[in-house]
C-alpha cells in the first residue's frame, strides 16, 4: 500500500469533494476509481472490507467511507483532511444557497421554480428505493421486514430509532453463525476507550456548552442532529421522514414545504445528502434571529451530524479486519436494509401527497393514522411535473443536475401561464 503525503491527500481528496454529486453511489464510485484504479493507494479487497464497515454504522457512508481511507493512509491526520474535505464544498454550497433562499425563496418565479423541483424530487426518492430494493430485498424474510417496517411507520408512526433496532434485532437472530467468533485482530492504534473519550468530549463538549449558556435554538438543533447522526442507518432518505416529522410538527422551525425545497436544494450540490440539516438550521436561524443566528445553527448542525461520524471511524477502523469475518453482524446490516426499503417507502409517499394536494388531512383507524389527502385539492400542474421528471429520470436516463434544471425552467413556465 502506498503511503501518500498529506499534500497528496488534500489534492485528491479536494477533487472527490469538488465531484461528489449524485448521491452516495456515485460518490463511492468516484472514490473507488480515485483511489484503487488511478492512484493505486487502496487495495480492491481492503476497500471493499471499508465499505462493508462503513455499511454497518450509522451515518453517511459515503463520508465515512472518505474518512476511513483517508485515516487507512495517513492516520488521524488523514482521516480528518479525507473527511472534511469531502464535506466542506457542499457545506459551503449549502450556506450561499440557505442565505439566497432565505432572502429570495418567497417570490413567486423563484416559488415557481422550487415546484418543478419539488415534482422531480419524489422521482428521486423513488428511484432510490428502487436502487436500494434490488439489493435489499433478497427472500421473503426481507420482504416482510420492509412491508411491516412501512406499516410500522406509515401507518402506526413508530419512532425510526425503535423500526431499526428491531429490524437489526431480527437480522442478527435469523443468520447462522457457522463458525464461533475469532478473536479480534486489529491494526496498531490507541486503546479504544482513549479515542472514544476524546471524540466524545468534542461531540457533546460544545452542546453541554450551548445547553449552560442557554442557547436556546441552538441547544435544541445541536442535540436533535445529534440524536439523528446516531440513527441514521440506511442513509439520509432512510431518516428524513423521522427528521421532517419531528422538525415541522414537534419543533415548528420550518413548513413542511421548506423541508421539501431544503431536499431539493441539497440534491443539487456536491456531498452527502445529509448536508439537508445544515440548511434547515439555517432556516430555522434565518426566522428567529436573521443571518447571524442562520450562520451559527448551520456551524452547529454540521458539528453534531459529523463529529460523530469521525468518532466512529477511528473507533471502528483498527476493527475492520475482525468485523468483516462476522457473518451476524452482516445479518444484522441485512436486516436495517430492509427496514430501510420500508422506510423510505413512507417518505417517497409523504413527499408526492405534499406535492400533489394543497390539503393533507389525517384519517383515524383504530390505532392506525393515515394522511387523507382532499381530492378536490390536487394539483394537475404538480402531476404533470412529476411524469415529466420521471420520463427524463426512467425513459431517458438523464442525470440529477439536468433533470432539476429542467423541471425548475418547466415550473417557471407554469407559473407564468
Known amino acids: ?23 452516495p ?8 476509481q480515485e483511489l484503487v484504479e488511478r492512484t493505486g493507494w487502496l487495495s480492491e479487497a481492503r476497500f471493499l472490507r471499508a465499505l462493508s464497515l462503513c455499511m454497518l454504522l450509522p451515518g453517511p457512508e459515503a463520508m ?4 476511513y481511507c483517508g485515516w487507512r493512509l495517513r492516520g488521524v491526520t488523514g482521516g480528518l483532511i479525507a473527511g472534511g474535505l469531502f464535506v466542506l464544498p457542499g457545506a459551503l454550497c449549502i450556506a450561499i444557497l440557505a ?43 426481507a420482504w416482510a421486514v420492509a412491508s411491516l417496517s412501512f406499516a410500522a411507520i406509515f401507518a402506526l408512526g413508530l419512532p425510526f430509532p425503535l423500526i431499526i433496532a428491531a429490524a437489526a434485532l431480527w437480522g442478527y437472530l435469523t443468520t447462522d453463525s457457522p463458525t464461533p467468533d475469532q478473536p479480534a485482530v486489529t491494526d496498531a492504534a490507541p486503546p479504544l476507550w482513549r479515542t472514544v473519550a476524546i471524540w466524545l468530549a468534542l461531540w457533546l463538549g460544545p452542546l453541554v456548552a450551548l445547553d449552560l449558556a442557554g442557547a436556546g435554538l441552538l441547544s435544541d438543533i445541536g442535540w436533535f442532529f445529534s440524536k439523528l447522526a446516531v440513527v441514521t442507518f440506511g442513509g439520509a432518505y432512510a431518516v428524513l421522514a423521522y427528521m421532517t416529522q419531528t422538525i415541522v410538527t414537534d419543533y415548528g422551525w420550518i413548513s413542511t414545504q421548506q423541508m421539501i425545497d ?75 436494509s430492509a427496514a430501510v426499503v420500508g422506510v423510505i417507502l413512507n417518505l417517497s409517499l409523504w413527499f408526492a401527497l405534499h406535492v400533489w394536494f394543497a390539503d393533507v388531512g389525517r384519517l383515524r383507524m383504530g390505532p392506525a393514522t393515515l394522511p387523507w389527502p382532499d381530492p378536490a385539492s390536487l394539483d394537475a400542474g404538480a402531476v404533470a411535473l412529476t411524469a415529466l421528471a420521471a420520463g427524463l429520470v426512467i425513459g431517458l436516463g438523464w442525470g440529477l443536475l439536468r433533470v432539476l434544471a429542467v423541471t425548475a425552467l418547466a415550473g417557471i413556465g407554469l407559473g407564468m401561464l
Open 99 to 141: 442565505a439566497l433562499y432565505g432572502a429570495y425563496g418567497q417570490l413567486p418565479l423563484v416559488q415557481a421554480g422550487f415546484f418543478g423541483i419539488k415534482a422531480a424530487v419524489i422521482v428521486i426518492v423513488l428511484q432510490a428505493l428502487r436502487n436500494i430494493g434490488r439489493k435489499a430485498l433478497t427472500g421473503r424474510g
Open 262 to 336: 431544503a431536499l431539493g436544494l441539497a440534491e443539487t450540490t456536491p456531498g452527502p445528502l445529509i448536508l439537508v440539516t445544515q440548511f434547515v438550521a439555517m432556516l430555522a436561524g434565518l426566522e428567529q434571529g436573521g443571518l447571524a443566528l442562520a450562520v451559527a445553527a448551520g456551524l452547529v448542525a454540521l458539528w453534531a451530524t459529523f463529529t460523530p461520524c469521525f468518532l466512529w471511524i477511528f473507533a471502528a477502523g483498527p476493527y475492520v479486519e475482525a468485523l468483516s469475518a462476522r457473518p451476524r453482524l452482516a445479518g444484522a446490516l441485512s436486516g436495517i
Open 64 to 67: 465515512q467511507l472518505a474518512t
Open 25 to 32: 453511489a456515485a460518490q463511492i464510485a468516484l472514490m473507488h
Open 1 to 23: 500500500m502506498t503511503r501518500p503525503d498529506p499534500t497528496a491527500l488534500v489534492r485528491v481528496f479536494g477533487r472527490i469533494g469538488l465531484l461528489s454529486f449524485g448521491g
